[in-house]
């Protein structure tokens, strides 16, 4: 059963960081892309990033490019986003997803809340 | 900026059939933009339901299904029960520095 695990998020004020984690199960993990994917409250989904099954090759919507950066560690089996200067704009629950390789994506996780607030 | 368009919303009867459009500011949706459908029910994570315009995954009721209609994605639910009330997002590949963009969302009314 594909399981993903998302956890890190909390409340942090605006300029700070935070790092989120997504635990997977369930599939090889480094076959496949992974997304991160954010839902501010009350709004719809925003794409935010996506790496390479391999971790090579990385892409980020313009509204995080350069204060964003995900990777992961296919020896541990996990997705990670690391945030920097943050803004109270990226108060949202974060879900990662996985790539379905041919044109789609299939399984979510729960989702992570990151609150950023003075 | 690219913009994909669904409608916000849609109410359809118990048993009826009822279509949800993605448009993409770029022009004319094809099978290349690899068209996927998201259903969101409140306090739940999304659920993916169709990919590459058309294809079901393997816990996709029968009654969804996705086509391109009319330059457009679609996906079309027939017999709607009470339960697919929900909002449902489409998603577009674009491939470039910023691969993935999704519509706005479509709440759909069951009443």
């Known amino acids: 059963e594909v399981q993903l695990v998302e956890s890190g998020g909390g409340v942090i004020q605006p300029g700070g960081s935070l790092r989120l984690s997504c635990a997977a199960s369930?599939?090889?993990?480094?076959?496949?892309?992974m997304h991160w994917v954010r839902q501010a409250p009350g709004k719809g989904l925003e794409w935010v990033s996506l790496i390479s099954g391999d971790g090579g090759s990385t892409y980020y919507a313009d509204s995080v490019k350069g204060r964003f950066t995900i990777s992961r560690d296919n020896s541990k089996n996990s997705l990670y986003l690391q945030m920097n200067s943050l803004r109270t704009e990226d108060t949202a629950l974060y879900y990662c997803a996985k790539d379905l390789l041919r044109g789609g994506w299939d399984y979510w996780g729960q989702g992570t809340l990151v609150t950023v607030s003075s | 900026q690219t913009v994909v368009t669904q409608e916000p919303s849609l109410t359809v009867s118990p048993g009826g059939t009822v279509t949800l459009t993605c448009a993409s500011s770029?022009?004319?949706?094809?099978?290349?933009?690899?068209p996927s459908w998201f259903q969101q029910k409140p306090g739940h994570a999304p659920r993916a339901l169709i990919y590459?315009?058309?294809n079901k995954h393997s816990w996709t009721p029968a009654r969804f299904s996705g086509s391109l209609l009319g330059g457009k994605a679609a996906l079309t639910l027939s017999g709607v029960q009470p339960e697919d009330e929900a909002e449902y997002y489409c998603?577009?590949?674009?491939?470039?520095?910023?691969?993935?963009?999704f519509g706005g969302g479509t709440k759909l009314t069951v009443l």
């Open positions: 998603l577009l590949y674009y491939g470039g520095a910023q691969p993935w963009v």
């Open positions: 590459s315009t058309s």
């Open positions: 770029t022009g004319a949706v094809t099978s290349g933009y690899f």
């Open positions: 369930g599939f090889t993990f480094d076959d496949y892309a």
